[in-house]
């Protein structure tokens, strides 16, 4: 080993001795101290490692014990690639004639539904069948039950539309804000028909996390001008519960100063809601036989959406990595009808958990020791862990522990690390050029974790210039001595001096630790440890047969 390599070894050794000669109480609040810190610029300005934890937060969604079940009312008229296939013989590829969505809708609504929710888009005019335009445009004028999906864009091209609450007001709020002039522009992708322009409109926005996933859904959005426009969810609410929209609305008040994201109560992995081949429904509203497949709608909340992979309405949620939109829309507008809001602990509150933690540990450790905190190494990260799964069965509020679970697992592996080098200080005598004396000790049980900490608490408080010696002390921290017999002896060596004067003060102590506390032993000079050692086991030798006597 070169001379460089010795002297750096050194050194790093020289730190660590250092680092573990630092009094308990000083490690321990300055971790609080540095991770406080750390927690309020993440939590607020950082944004790394506080909020949701999105990996293990899907996890927890899949492994649900309790899930509330579906809403019987929602059905989809299904545009699969098995509707897709039947009808492109006859109609070409998709998008078809509109005349054949104003036949299905006719269909619908003379069975009175609840609601008829369009997952589909008319943002553009048919060209090559401009009768069927007109077909669908006359169906949505009879239509008494229908809600249409607006694409919403960017905000930051709010300023350069034209678009106000005068061309699309079914897309407001309601009370909306009556704004004279200076009224709120905002970007989106407006219907083509003027029909379903007029008719009951929300946005239907996938707004996915930045790992790809959806996981919440926005249900308002507030404008420049303080009015909100709604998402489709809140229009079929607005129709079915005016009294629950209001309270909707009533609840976001002056709290809802951005966009109302919430968390999905996502049921069950695979269709939650029943799907319904929009051939099948096709055929039967043309004059076709009844089907089996196909309900009646009566009093149901008809969702019009595509799952075919072709039709590109497709995203990541925490059940599926490929999950059709209107499935998502379907469990946002379940969760708003029955009103299986999930909640999120504030940012804030995460941080106050966080933090309040740490102080508790710190406190703890003062009380008692950082060996007693050994079985919490796992134990609390996984309890913690635990609780937030708890709150995802049938709680109304996602209890997010993630950033408390995880910072407990590290301010406790950070104190284990410092407890090993403190042990490694304190119980690795230096080989002393003075004479020194040995006060021998014995317990019931081994000298392990708490016990050996007090002792060093002792020694570090009333005789900082001495050590301790323990037999099998390891530096791996083994869960259990591998010679109880003897670690259950223990030796303090120092400086004849200095053992005396502070004997009244020691001796209470470690009587309490110990279960036979000796006498400091006569003063001699060690060369080595080795010697030392040696003399230590003949004190303990000696205190042996006095026991036994």
Known sequence: MSVGMTETRSTWQRLLNRIGALPTRRVSWGLVVLFSVWVVLDVFIVKLSGGLAKSSFDAMVRARVFVAAPDPRIVIIDIDEASLARMTKEFGRWPWPRDTLATVLDHVEAQAPAAVVWDVLFSDADRISPGGDAAFNEAVRRSTHSHFSVVRLPKINDKLSQVTQVDLPGLWAAPALKIASGAATVALIPPALPAVAESRLGFNNGYVDDD????????????????????????????????????????????????RDELIAWRREGPAYPHI??????????????????????????????????????????????????????????????????????????????????????????????????????????ALLGMSYLSLNGSPMFVDLHLAAGLALLFLALLRYWNT?????????????????????????????????????????????????????????????????LARFAAVVGPPAMLMAVRCELQPVLMRLASRCGEPGLPQTYATREQLASSVFSAWHGFKKSETA
Request: aromatic content about 10%; proline content about 8%; some cysteine.
């Open 212 to 259: 790809g996933v959806l996981r919440r859904y926005r249900y308002l959005e507030r404008l420049s001008d303080g009015s909100d426009i709604q998402s489709l969810p809140m229009s079929v609410l607005r129709a079915l519960d005016p009294l629950a929209y209001q309270a909707y609305l009533a609840k976001s008040g002056s709290s809802f100063v951005g966009d």
């Open 277 to 382: 081949s929009f051939a099948d429904v096709f055929d039967q509203a043309d004059g076709g036989k009844p089907l089996a497949t196909v309900p009646s709608f009566a009093g149901k909340i008809v969702i019009v959406g595509a799952t075919a992979p072709s039709l590109h309405d497709i995203h990541a949620t925490p059940l599926f990595s490929m999950q059709a939109g209107v499935d998502s829309l379907a469990a946002a507008l379940d969760n708003l009808l029955n009103q299986r809001h999930l909640a999120e602990l504030p940012r804030w509150l995460q941080a106050f958990f966080a933090v309040a933690l740490c102080v508790g540990l710190a406190v703890w450790v003062q009380l008692k020791s950082v060996g007693s905190l050994a079985p919490a190494l796992l134990v609390l990260p996984a």
């Open 421 to 485: 080098l403190r042990r490694n200080y304190w119980c690795s005598p230096p080989v002393f050029e003075e004479p020194l004396a040995i006060w021998p000790l014995t317990r019931q049980d081994a000298w392990f974790e708490g016990p050996l900490d007090r002792l060093i608490d002792a020694v570090e408080h009333h005789a900082p210039a001495c050590r301790v010696v323990v037999c099998d002390f390891n530096e791996g921290g083994l869960a259990t001595p591998r010679w109880p017999e």
